[in-house]
């Protein structure tokens, strides 16, 4: 008897599934799209430094809808039109994850903020700022509830900048620069020794992604795969990032959109 009313009394509820699934997706207070939690990964992130406007709404236009995919603002396309540029990447994908490359290297809660305001859902600092400039830029995130990656370029120590930190970032980056693609390989080995400072941080790698080499950096431990020209420089953007997120095992796809 009392399972029956158990049963009767869950009708009409949501199923577990579904719950787990929106708990992630909280609906801005003030503007019309859904924060999304990066509690999934693997991800497939697609770095958009292309700094012309109908070049970043064609590719975006052509990116497809999935779970797992992160979009991008680079640096370049942040220098040209500002981190307003944020709003611009909304009018084509309202509810996507955004990423807003500023590097920062100074005032981090302040521009921590800005990002926030311009609705983007995580700041990208310089692992070359100082300690107390990510920590204020880490404490301003989790005051407007938004994400931190600490980009590890051109850093000798990745390790010893984080067990400096106070406060641990949501993601750390391991960033190749593109001007040294061609000449320095990939190093991953501090990525077991990072996530044992803090359970919930994830690790993003970057720099000449290719498709064979999507499955070594998960091997290593990376959570989010940050592909760029890659992707947006594809003679088929949309087949080009499909096969990026198969190889990730991630192969569901929503076409229908947000």
Do not use: C
Request: proline share 5%; charged share 25%.
């Amino acid at each position: 008897m009392i399972p029956q009313l158990m049963e009767r009394a869950m009708q009409g509820f949501r199923d577990t599934k579904t719950v787990m699934y929106e708990k992630d997706r909280t609906m801005h207070p003030e503007m019309e799209f859904k924060f999304v939690r990066l509690s999934n990964p693997p991800y497939l992130q697609v770095a958009i430094d292309i700094p012309d406007m109908n070049t970043l709404k064609a590719i975006l236009k052509q990116i497809p809808q999935s779970d797992h995919l992160i979009i991008e603002a680079g640096t370049p396309l942040i220098k040209k039109y500002g981190v307003g540029v944020v709003q611009s990447i909304r009018e084509v994908r309202p509810n996507a994850f955004v990423v807003a490359d500023m590097k920062t290297l100074d005032t981090g809660d302040l521009e921590a903020r800005i990002v926030a305001d311009a609705t983007a859902g995580a700041i990208v600092i310089s692992g070359l700022a100082p300690i107390s400039t990510i920590e204020k830029a880490i404490k301003e995130a989790r005051n407007t509830g938004i994400y931190v990656v600490i980009d590890m370029l051109n850093v000798d120590k990745p390790l010893s900048v984080l067990k400096a930190l106070t406060i641990k970032p949501d993601v750390v980056e391991f960033h190749r620069a593109i001007d040294t693609e061609g000449n320095a390989e990939h190093v991953w080995s501090d990525i077991p020794a990072m996530k044992k400072l803090s359970e919930r941080m994830l690790i993003a790698v970057a720099g000449g992604i290719r498709l064979d080499t999507v499955k070594d950096a998960l091997q290593a431990g990376a959570d989010i795969v940050i592909v760029g020209r890659a992707i947006t420089e594809a003679k088929d953007v949309r087949s080009m990032t499909e096969r990026f997120i198969k190889e990730m095992n991630q192969p569901e796809i929503d076409r229908t959109g947000y």
